[in-house]
């Protein structure tokens, strides 16, 4: 049996490690918008972020999305994070 690896990626607001399938990828596209990617295939600079709300506020207010990205947040994408959060 093959272990299986799960890729990680870490959080842009509270920096944990989690498996990538957890995270929202952010990606900053041609438009100057910046998207969620909920393929995971988009071109451009991603980066991502825990599916909470608390770490889209914590990531605007610490100005880390802008700053890895070089986009602002958009009300669309707050909206992505206030789901249901997975188990
Ligand atoms: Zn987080």
Do not use: F, W
């Not at 438009?31 to 825990?50: A, E, F, M, P, Q």
């Not at 709300?53 to 610490?62: I, T």
């Amino acid at each position: 049996m093959k272990p299986r690896k799960t890729p990680l990626r870490m959080c842009v607001a509270c920096r944990a490690m989690r498996p990538k399938a957890e995270l929202l990828r952010l990606v900053a596209v041609e438009d100057k918008s910046l998207v969620y990617d909920g393929t995971g295939k988009r071109n451009g600079r991603g980066t991502y972020i825990c599916r909470s709300l608390a770490c889209m506020e914590a990531a605007v207010k610490m100005k880390r999305i802008p700053k890895a990205l070089g986009q602002d947040i958009s009300a669309e994408l707050r909206r992505e994070t206030e789901g249901p959060a997975g188990p």
